[in-house]
């Protein structure tokens, strides 16, 4: 089939990717329509205070007029809110940490906006993503097809190591990207806004969109309390001394101390290598993983909970000797400030906490959102900061595509990264009745409830899931 024979729907979000994602085609043959979506209407969340979607769907008219493609509109504010912003709002208030992002992709751009563009006669669907797609082979080199007789389709990082964003598409099927385009998948960015100036595109100079995907950069606290209610509460600052005697901890470190090889480097470095690369790598004794009890790897992969408790006393200030009331020295922490809502916190978080008198950074490393406190440790190094494993629930466990599927009782190594744009990590992928739990070869900052671990093998990305 010739490219002209092939109606394909570009997501025009009036930026730079898009654009030149749709000059491509253009170019390519492609029978091309642009198509802009709404996805919110609310000014009074964004911190610029306007409809920043207003301006981009004038941008983005004139790039389609431009490169000479029809120019369409549809508003999705409805299912944006109740597939996307709803279950933001559900998971920050039960102390989780969600990705909107990869929840618009699955649930809008390649759903929702999809079934409009295909009854507008598309065939395929292009974004401005920098990630690529191709046809899966099997070892005899032969094209792999599915139980439906199908093609099987590989999801690959994009060329460019600094732009690529396959994990925000962690989450899409065989289906989705089967209708799926990434034009500029292979390009890096500054050739992009090299493309975007020789033809004198409107975007070409546009910066990159920052903040929550299709509302704009927002205040998170703010647009949160449009639904959650502020509350105050305690800052419990946690001290070193806390591990020592928490059961948790000295179980966790234990484990891992044990799993240890004796002449382990770690994973190799870099972000292209497959698993067979850094295979024999690992700091851990594969054999003595995979004799791990699934009631062990469920305790390993649950963080530290922390329940100080203060007491207080009475003294007597000032030549009045006026009756007052303090918080004993407790050896395990301190209470050393107060917030507007736990629920509007998340591990790892460092801005916005408005704690000064300490010489390193501080960092929350938990929330307790039943009874309202946010629990923080002081540098980088705090050892309530970091953990070695983690665990996805059997039903959020997702795969690319069927031959990828790890069985039960299987082991893999993989590269791992928990957040957009982490290096990869190298992994001990376990694959058990009571979930997938992921082994780091080094324990990991910020292992936050709600986000997407994301694996790779190479540059494909093989599958995800929510961290427990």
Same mark, same amino acid.
């Given at each position: 089939m010739d490219?002209k024979d092939?109606k394909?729907c570009?997501?025009?979000?009036?930026?730079?990717?898009?654009s030149?994602?749709?000059?491509?085609?253009?170019?390519?043959?492609y029978?091309?329509f642009?198509l802009?979506?709404?996805?919110w209407?609310?000014?009074?969340t964004t911190?610029?205070?306007?409809?920043?979607?207003?301006?981009?769907r004038?941008?983005a008219?004139?790039?389609a007029r431009?490169i000479g493609i029809?120019?369409?509109f549809?508003?999705?504010?409805k299912?944006?809110?109740?597939?996307?912003?709803?279950?933001?709002?559900?998971?920050?208030?039960?102390?989780?940490?969600?990705n909107?992002?990869?929840?618009?992709?699955?649930?809008?751009?390649?759903?929702?906006?999809?079934?409009?563009?295909?009854?507008?006669?598309?065939?395929?669907v292009?974004? $401005?993503?920098y990630?690529?797609? *191709?046809q899966?082979?099997g070892?005899?080199?032969?094209? %792999?097809a599915? /139980? @439906?007789? #199908?093609?099987?389709?590989?999801?690959?990082?994009?060329?460019?190591?600094n732009?690529?964003?396959s994990?925000?598409?962690?989450?899409?099927?065989?289906?989705?990207?089967?209708?799926?385009?990434?034009?500029? $998948?292979?390009?890096?960015?500054? *050739?992009?806004?090299?493309?975007a100036?020789?033809?004198? %595109?409107?975007? /070409? @100079?546009k #910066?990159?969109?920052?903040g929550?995907?299709?509302?704009g950069?927002?205040?998170?606290?703010?647009?949160?309390?449009?639904v959650?209610?502020p509350?105050?509460?305690?800052?419990?600052?946690v001290?070193?001394?806390?591990y020592?005697?928490?059961e948790q901890?000295?179980f966790c470190?234990?484990i891992?101390?044990?799993l240890k090889?004796?002449g382990g480097?770690?994973?190799?470095?870099?972000?292209v290598?497959?698993?067979?690369?850094?295979?024999d790598?690992?700091?851990y004794?594969?054999?003595?993983v995979a004799?791990?009890?699934?009631?062990?790897?469920?305790?390993?992969?649950e963080?530290?909970?922390?329940?100080?408790?203060?007491?207080?006393e009475?003294?007597?200030?000032?030549?009045?000797?006026?009756?007052?009331?303090?918080?004993k020295?407790n050896?395990?922490g301190?209470?050393?400030g107060?917030?507007?809502?736990a629920?509007?916190?998340?591990?790892?978080q460092?801005?916005?906490?408005?704690?000064?008198?300490?010489?390193?950074?501080?960092?929350v490393i938990?929330?307790?959102?039943?009874k309202?406190i946010?629990?923080?440790?002081?540098?980088?190094s705090?050892?309530g900061?970091?953990?070695?494993?983690?665990?996805i629930?059997?039903?959020?466990?997702h795969?690319?595509h069927a031959?990828?599927?790890?069985s039960?009782?299987?082991?893999r190594?993989y590269?791992?990264?928990?957040?957009?744009?982490?290096?990869l990590?190298?992994a001990?992928?376990?694959?058990?009745?009571?979930?997938?739990?992921?082994?780091?070869?080094?324990?990991?900052?910020g292992?936050t409830?709600?986000?997407f671990a994301v694996?790779?093998?190479?540059?494909?990305?093989?599958g995800?899931?929510?961290?427990?």
């Amino acid at each position: 089939m010739d490219n002209k024979d092939i109606k394909v729907c570009i997501g025009l979000s009036g930026g730079v990717d898009s654009s030149v994602a749709a000059l491509l085609l253009k170019q390519q043959g492609y029978d091309v329509f642009a198509l802009f979506m709404q996805n919110w209407n609310d000014a009074s969340t964004t911190l610029h205070g306007d409809c920043e979607w207003e301006e981009d769907r004038f941008v983005a008219e004139m790039v389609a007029r431009k490169i000479g493609i029809p120019f369409y509109f549809v508003d999705l504010s409805k299912e944006y809110r109740k597939r996307v912003v709803d279950y933001m709002f559900d998971e920050y208030s039960r102390g989780r940490t969600p990705n909107p992002d990869v929840l618009c992709n699955r649930e809008i751009k390649f759903d929702a906006f999809l079934k409009c563009a295909e009854r507008l006669g598309a065939q395929m669907v292009a974004t $401005g993503h920098y990630c690529r797609k *191709e046809q899966a082979t099997g070892p005899d080199g032969k094209p %792999l097809a599915g /139980a @439906d007789g #199908k093609p099987v389709y590989r999801l690959l990082a994009g060329s460019d190591p600094n732009k690529d964003q396959s994990y925000f598409l962690c989450q899409l099927n065989q289906e989705q990207l089967s209708k799926a385009m990434f034009p500029i $998948g292979d390009i890096i960015k500054p *050739e992009v806004r090299r493309l975007a100036h020789e033809a004198d %595109l409107p975007s /070409a @100079d546009k #910066k990159d969109s920052q903040g929550i995907c299709f509302i704009g950069k927002v205040d998170l606290p703010t647009f949160l309390q449009q639904v959650l209610q502020p509350k105050e509460g305690d800052v419990v600052e946690v001290y070193d001394a806390y591990y020592a005697d928490n059961e948790q901890y000295k179980f966790c470190k234990n484990i891992i101390a044990g799993l240890k090889t004796t002449g382990g480097q770690g994973a190799a470095s870099g972000n292209v290598l497959s698993c067979e690369d850094f295979a024999d790598n690992a700091v851990y004794d594969q054999s003595k993983v995979a004799a791990l009890a699934d009631e062990v790897l469920i305790r390993l992969s649950e963080p530290v909970r922390y329940d100080i408790e203060f007491e207080t006393e009475t003294y007597r200030s000032g030549r009045k000797h006026i009756k007052k009331t303090r918080y004993k020295d407790n050896p395990y922490g301190k209470i050393i400030g107060r917030h507007d809502g736990a629920q509007f916190y998340t591990v790892g978080q460092r801005k916005g906490l408005n704690i000064g008198g300490h010489k390193e950074p501080v960092f929350v490393i938990d929330t307790d959102v039943e009874k309202n406190i946010i629990y923080v440790g002081e540098g980088e190094s705090h050892k309530g900061l970091h953990r070695s494993c983690l665990r996805i629930m059997p039903e959020d466990i997702h795969w690319i595509h069927a031959d990828l599927e790890m069985s039960e009782g299987e082991m893999r190594r993989y590269r791992v990264r928990i957040r957009y744009r982490q290096p990869l990590q190298g992994a001990t992928l376990i694959r058990r009745a009571s979930g997938m739990f992921i082994l780091f070869d080094e324990p990991q900052r910020g292992v936050t409830p709600g986000q997407f671990a994301v694996w790779y093998d190479g540059d494909e990305l093989c599958g995800s899931g929510p961290i427990k």
